[in-house]
Each structure stands twice: as C-alpha cells, then as structure tokens.
C-alpha cells in the first residue's frame, strides 16, 4: 500500500472559512495536476462546504504522511509534532489564535509550537509574517488563504 506524499489537517472539514479554502485549493491543484497526492486529515467530521475531488481521511491516518504535512491551528499543529512520518512540517498560521483564545496554555507551552526547529511557520499575509517574525520566528513564506501554486509548490 502506498503512503500518501502529502497532507493538511484541519479540525472540521465543515463550513467555514478555512476549510472552503483548502477544498477549493486542493480541487484547483487535483485539476491542474492530477497526480499530486495531497489528502485533507480531519478531526471533526460534518457536511462538506463543496464537492471535492481529492481524499479526505480522519486525522488519526496523518502518520502515514511520507513528504509534506501542514497543520492549520495550534491543536492540529499539536498533532503534527508527534507525527514521525513527514520529512517536512509547516504549521500554516491562518489566524492569530494565540492571542485570543488560549487561556489554557502558557508562553512555554505556546513557543513549544511557534519555535518547534522541526516546523517551518508559513503566514496567512504580510500582517501575520511581520507579528510572527517579531514574536516568535521568520516564516517560510506567506500563502494568501490556501493559493494553491504556492501549496503546490510546498506539497511538491
């Protein structure tokens, strides 16, 4: 059996944002190159925003992840540090979360995530690489909400 090349893990697959942006990126990529093996991992499941034309799996399949895996928020990036699989890890920081809604974690637990060496940060614009570069590292690059010829670029 093979082992899927690469792979995104998203806490719901289901209408938001995020997720509309993911689906219509990867669809975008399975048509421009079909031979691209990119799989969404999902920790919670609900309606789909769209119909899709890539795989979708639960999130506890991500360890078969050979090449590329990029988490989506700091719970799925919480993931990602455990998964052994992937030869590259991106934590894709679609928003701020860190700001706002982790009351439960402390500047440890958080620089544990945002200053991992074994994940590159990749920003949502130029406002989050400059917040994130200042706090805590230089991201990668910037991918404006899931441009599927720079996820293409990282997932190939």
């Given at each position: 059996?093979?082992?899927?090349?690469?792979?995104?893990?998203?806490?719901?697959?289901?209408?938001?944002?995020?997720?509309?942006?993911?689906?219509?990126?990867?669809?975008?990529?399975?048509?421009?190159?079909?031979?691209?093996?990119?799989?969404?991992?999902?920790?919670?499941?609900?309606?789909?925003?769209?119909?899709?034309?890539?795989?979708?799996?639960?999130?506890?399949?991500?360890?078969?992840?050979?090449?590329?895996?990029?988490?989506?928020?700091i719970k799925t990036?919480?993931?990602?540090?455990?998964?052994?699989?992937?030869?590259?890890?991106?934590?894709?920081?679609?928003?701020?979360?860190?700001?706002?809604?982790?009351?439960?974690?402390?500047?440890?637990?958080?620089?544990?995530?945002?200053?991992?060496?074994?994940?590159?940060?990749?920003?949502?614009?130029?406002?989050?690489?400059?917040?994130?570069?200042?706090?805590?590292?230089?991201?990668?690059?910037?991918?404006?909400?899931?441009?599927?010829?720079?996820?293409?670029?990282?997932?190939?």
């Amino acid at each position: 059996m093979n082992r899927p090349s690469s792979g995104i893990l998203l806490q719901s697959v289901g209408r938001s944002d995020l997720a509309i942006e993911a689906c219509q990126s990867l669809n975008n990529l399975t048509d421009t190159n079909p031979y691209l093996d990119i799989i969404i991992f999902y920790r919670s499941w609900t309606l789909l925003p769209m119909p899709i034309r890539f795989s979708i799996m639960m999130d506890a399949e991500c360890w078969g992840v050979s090449k590329t895996l990029i988490s989506t928020d700091i719970k799925t990036t919480q993931t990602l540090i455990k998964c052994v699989g992937p030869q590259k890890k991106y934590f894709y920081v679609w928003d701020l979360e860190w700001l706002e809604r982790t009351r439960d974690m402390y500047y440890g637990d958080l620089a544990h995530i945002y200053n991992n060496p074994n994940i590159e940060l990749i920003a949502r614009n130029e406002q989050h690489y400059n917040i994130l570069h200042q706090m805590w590292k230089k991201p990668l690059c910037i991918m404006k909400d899931f441009d599927s010829q720079v996820l293409g670029d990282i997932c190939s």
